[in-house]
């Protein structure tokens, strides 16, 4: 007696870019899953096939290679980029507080929004995140080292294992406490170059 075969949940497409120590990888992941934590986390494999794949290495002047498709190690994985964050299926849901958080990942630094239990104090919940990739939203990343600028993104994944550090975060005003002249006050005098 044969049985009805259960529904195939539809594949979707997600494009992503990866960020390696020496690479950026972008490409389009294929998948059941809907959030790149998802499709991160979840593998069986380690690691993840992307097609229409473009390669460019830091600071080539190299025209980027193209593939129609690439296996890419996760372990190499640095941190993985999304344009869009997606919110949870609402029976999903669990009510979570965002607290900014500071990864090092040599060459790069990501500050960003890290989604914790409410009750647990940050100390905890910080320590308390499961998966091998760490949701991170409303993020910046740059790399001075390798020239890379300061980029806003919807949605990082970075990469527990390779994160030096991972802390809490507080932006602050460097000139905070410090004089402002007033308006209509004289500017300070100026020191001659010498020449």
């Known amino acids: 007696m044969s049985t009805p075969l259960e529904p195939v949940a539809s594949l979707r497409l997600l494009p992503l870019t990866l960020y390696t120590e020496q690479l950026i990888v972008r490409g389009t992941a294929q998948g059941r899953h809907h959030r790149v934590t998802d499709i991160l986390n979840l593998r069986t494999e380690p690691f993840l096939v992307l097609e229409d794949v473009v390669l460019e290495e830091y ?4 025209a980027p290679l193209r593939a129609a498709f690439a296996h890419v190690n996760l372990d190499s ?6 344009l869009t964050a997606v919110e949870p299926a609402q029976e999903l849901h669990t009510p979570k507080v965002a607290e900014r958080a500071l ?7 990501v500050v960003g929004n890290v989604h914790l239990p409410p009750e647990h104090h940050v100390r905890d919940g910080l320590s308390g995140l499961v998966g091998a990739f760490i949701p991170v939203t409303d993020a910046t990343f740059w790399s001075d080292r390798l020239g890379q600028g ?3 993104v919807a949605y ?3 990469n527990r294992a390779r994160a030096q550090v991972f802390a809490p975060y507080q932006e602050a005003d460097p000139w905070a406490g410090v004089a402002r002249p007033r308006a209509g006050s004289p500017e300070p005098p100026t020191r001659g170059s010498g020449w």
Request: charge should be neutral; aromatic fraction near 14%; charged fraction near 10%.
């Open 77 to 82: 994985v640095l941190f993985a980029v999304s």
């Open 103 to 109: 990864f090092s990942i040599p060459p790069f630094r």
């Open 150 to 152: 300061h980029q806003a």
């Open 156 to 158: 990082v994944a970075v």
């Open 59 to 62: 600071g080539s002047t190299d």
